[in-house]
């Protein structure tokens, strides 16, 4: 699983780093091909050729030196790394890498990566522990980078605990483990809503709704990650992809959301409608700016095309997804629309729970498929309870295949 993988290994300063040597040669014997970037607080502990000549390529350790006038070096190794290895990480770098701080070549490489990230912590035990560290590490998490824990026992400080860094043989053979995870989306086609939709009045007003778009964007990137072709179909948000594989459709109004979501429907497999689209918008959009009345104002709306209902009626082969945000009675009323729109699932979320709806980070859903079972997915960042929603998803559709 290693040969000719293009591997970076960030080594960040801590007393670990001796254990980084033994990491570079084991993986350079299994046929990686090892380029290792360092901190000026690593190289006092280790000295770069040391890295050098085990790795058989150079080090890097600062971030304007610029080898080759033809390429930016920094975006030129982050392009080139098929995995990006930070062992062993400090609580500084990973503070650093939390708050999007890139002043050495590790954290600069690391914000431009599209490789695989995974982070090997090690520190004091009551570093590790403290809340501050934890933090920053959750929020790691929830960007998609992958952690390998430490381990426990005597540290070089004399404390007894977890932080210590994992060993070299472990730490790759969760790589060997994890690159060899199943991608069960593999070549299937995945469109997604996400966001909300603008209804204008006239050019200076529209109606709109609170959904920021993160629940629509965390599964898009999840599908992306299991190895399903994403289409993204977003209302206007102040969200980027991920994953620059996903391609991305921006529309505005819920009739280019219809257009756009009704054309792309018959070459996609799995189908998931996560966005708030208005269901009414104004009868008549003025040209010219409206003025204040002395009293009342009367707006006459109509109802907007139910994209959900049109895509029901359509479904030949997909699996379809809609999403019911209420504020009472939710699985009732999303019972309801499963059977009305023909739907194959739902996922079911009331809105006025704490954590829960939108613009928040986190999620609490239910989903709920035709068979009427019921599955909650409790607080959660938004995206892990996308993770947790492809799971039933593909649980689903392999009863449906069986």
Same mark, same amino acid.
């Given at each position: 699983?290693?040969?000719?993988?293009?591997?970076?290994?960030?080594?960040?300063?801590?007393?670990?780093?001796?254990?980084?040597?033994?990491?570079?040669?084991?993986? %350079? *014997?299994?046929?990686?091909?090892?380029?290792?970037?360092?901190?000026?607080?690593?190289?006092?502990?280790?000295?770069?050729?040391?890295?050098? #000549?085990?790795?058989?390529?150079?080090?890097?350790?600062?971030?304007?030196?610029?080898?080759?006038?033809?390429?930016?070096?920094?975006?030129?190794?982050?392009?080139?790394?098929?995995?990006?290895?930070?062992?062993? #990480?400090?609580?500084?770098?990973?503070?650093?890498?939390?708050?999007?701080?890139?002043?050495?070549?590790?954290?600069?490489?690391?914000?431009?990566?599209?490789?695989?990230?995974?982070?090997?912590?090690?520190?004091?035990?009551?570093?590790?522990?403290?809340?501050?560290?934890?933090? +920053?590490?959750?929020?790691?998490?929830?960007?998609?980078?992958?952690?390998?824990?430490?381990?426990?026992?005597?540290?070089?400080?004399?404390?007894?605990?977890?932080?210590?860094?994992?060993?070299?043989?472990?730490?790759?053979?969760?790589?060997?483990?994890? *690159? *060899?995870?199943?991608?069960?989306?593999?070549?299937?086609?995945?469109?997604?809503?996400?966001?909300?939709?603008?209804?204008?009045?006239?050019?200076?007003?529209?109606?709109?709704?609170?959904?920021?778009?993160?629940?629509?964007?965390?599964?898009?990137?999840?599908?992306?990650?299991?190895?399903?072709?994403?289409?993204?179909?977003?209302?206007?948000?102040?969200?980027?992809? #991920?994953?620059?594989? @996903?391609?991305?459709?921006?529309?505005?109004?819920?009739?280019?959301?219809?257009?756009?979501?009704?054309?792309?429907?018959?070459?996609?497999?799995?189908? @998931?409608?996560?966005?708030?689209?208005?269901?009414?918008?104004?009868?008549?959009?003025?040209?010219?700016?409206?003025?204040?009345?002395?009293?009342?104002?009367?707006?006459?709306?109509?109802?907007?095309?139910?994209?959900?209902?049109?895509?029901?009626?359509?479904?030949?082969? *997909?699996?379809?997804?809609?999403?019911?945000?209420? %504020?009472?009675? #939710?699985?009732?009323?999303?019972?309801?629309?499963?059977?009305?729109?023909?739907?194959?699932?739902?996922?079911?979320?009331?809105?006025?729970?704490?954590?829960?709806?939108?613009?928040?980070?986190?999620?609490?859903?239910?989903?709920?498929?035709?068979?009427?079972?019921? +599955?909650?997915?409790?607080?959660?960042?938004?995206?892990?309870?996308?993770?947790?929603?492809?799971?039933?998803?593909?649980?689903?559709?392999?009863?449906?295949?069986?």
């Amino acid at each position: 699983m290693m040969q000719n993988k293009n591997i970076l290994l960030g080594v960040s300063g801590g007393i670990a780093a001796y254990k980084a040597c033994a990491l570079v040669s084991k993986l %350079t *014997q299994q046929g990686a091909i090892v380029k290792v970037l360092m901190t000026e607080s690593a190289t006092k502990f280790v000295s770069p050729l040391t890295f050098q #000549a085990l790795s058989r390529n150079p080090v890097y350790m600062d971030t304007f030196d610029e080898k080759d006038p033809e390429k930016i070096a920094h975006i030129d190794l982050a392009d080139w790394a098929d995995i990006f290895l930070l062992a062993p #990480a400090t609580a500084n770098i990973i503070g650093k890498i939390a708050n999007g701080i890139a002043d050495n070549i590790i954290t600069t490489v690391l914000l431009a990566t599209k490789a695989d990230v995974y982070i090997a912590p090690a520190m004091n035990v009551n570093m590790y522990e403290h809340p501050a560290v934890i933090k +920053n590490m959750q929020i790691l998490a929830d960007y998609g980078y992958h952690f390998i824990e430490p381990g426990a026992g005597y540290l070089a400080c004399g404390w007894i605990g977890k932080g210590r860094l994992e060993e070299p043989e472990t730490i790759i053979e969760v790589l060997k483990a994890h *690159q *060899q995870t199943d991608k069960p989306l593999l070549g299937k086609n995945v469109l997604i809503s996400a966001g909300p939709t603008r209804e204008i009045l006239d050019p200076v007003r529209f109606f709109s709704n609170r959904s920021t778009g993160k629940m629509g964007f965390a599964l898009a990137e999840i599908a992306a990650e299991l190895g399903a072709n994403v289409t993204l179909v977003t209302g206007p948000v102040n969200l980027d992809v #991920a994953n620059n594989l @996903i391609r991305r459709i921006d529309i505005t109004t819920a009739e280019e959301m219809y257009q756009a979501m009704t054309s792309e429907f018959p070459r996609h497999d799995i189908v @998931i409608k996560a966005a708030a689209v208005a269901d009414y918008r104004p009868k008549e959009i003025f040209e010219n700016k409206l003025k204040k009345l002395d009293g009342p104002m009367q707006l006459e709306l109509i109802r907007t095309k139910d994209i959900l209902q049109s895509l029901g009626e359509q479904k030949t082969h *997909q699996f379809l997804v809609g999403f019911a945000a209420e %504020t009472q009675n #939710a699985i009732e009323y999303g019972m309801d629309k499963l059977k009305r729109k023909n739907l194959d699932a739902i996922v079911i979320n009331n809105v006025s729970e704490a954590g829960a709806g939108f613009g928040t980070d986190t999620n609490i859903v239910s989903y709920l498929n035709r068979n009427h079972e019921e +599955n909650k997915i409790p607080l959660a960042s938004k995206r892990e309870v996308a993770k947790e929603i492809f799971k039933l998803i593909l649980r689903d559709m392999k009863d449906e295949e069986a």
